[in-house]
């Protein structure tokens, strides 16, 4: 069986956020996007659905964590070489994100992190195909 995976997360700015992840190179379905959610495509079968802060607050009975201040998860995706992870987190970073943490480069695995507009984690990781084989 093969599973969609859904993540949620709450922005502040939806419009802004939706320019930030645009320009790091990834598509939006307009299908499932209106003034208050978007859907963010990661692959054919991960999505992100950027939820303006008081509709996502209206999924759940549990105070909304501040990314800003405060981490439940860090999210992460692949990359096809240590290029595209460079390329990709610097121009977060030029587009308002925040570095996370230093790089880390195992040889076999490298990968870098970023804050987004809203303090939400991210990794982006390139991994030698030889060594998952």
């Known amino acids: 069986m093969t599973r969609l995976t859904f993540v949620n997360l709450p922005v502040a700015d939806l419009d802004r956020s939706v320019a930030f992840f645009r320009s790091l190179g990834f598509e939006f379905n307009v299908a499932f996007t209106d003034e208050r959610s978007t859907c963010m495509v990661v692959s054919e079968q ?76 991210w990794e982006v990781i390139w991994m030698d195909p030889a060594a998952v084989n």
């Open 46 to 121: 991960a999505f992100v659905m950027l939820l303006a802060a008081p509709y996502f607050s209206s999924f759940t009975r549990k105070d909304v964590t501040d990314a800003a201040t405060h981490i439940e998860t860090i999210l992460g995706f692949s990359a096809e070489s240590r290029e595209e992870v460079d390329a990709l987190v610097d121009r977060a970073l030029a587009l308002g994100g925040a570095a996370a943490n230093d790089p880390q480069d195992d040889g076999f695995m490298y990968g870098r992190s970023f804050y987004d507009l809203d303090g939400h984690a």
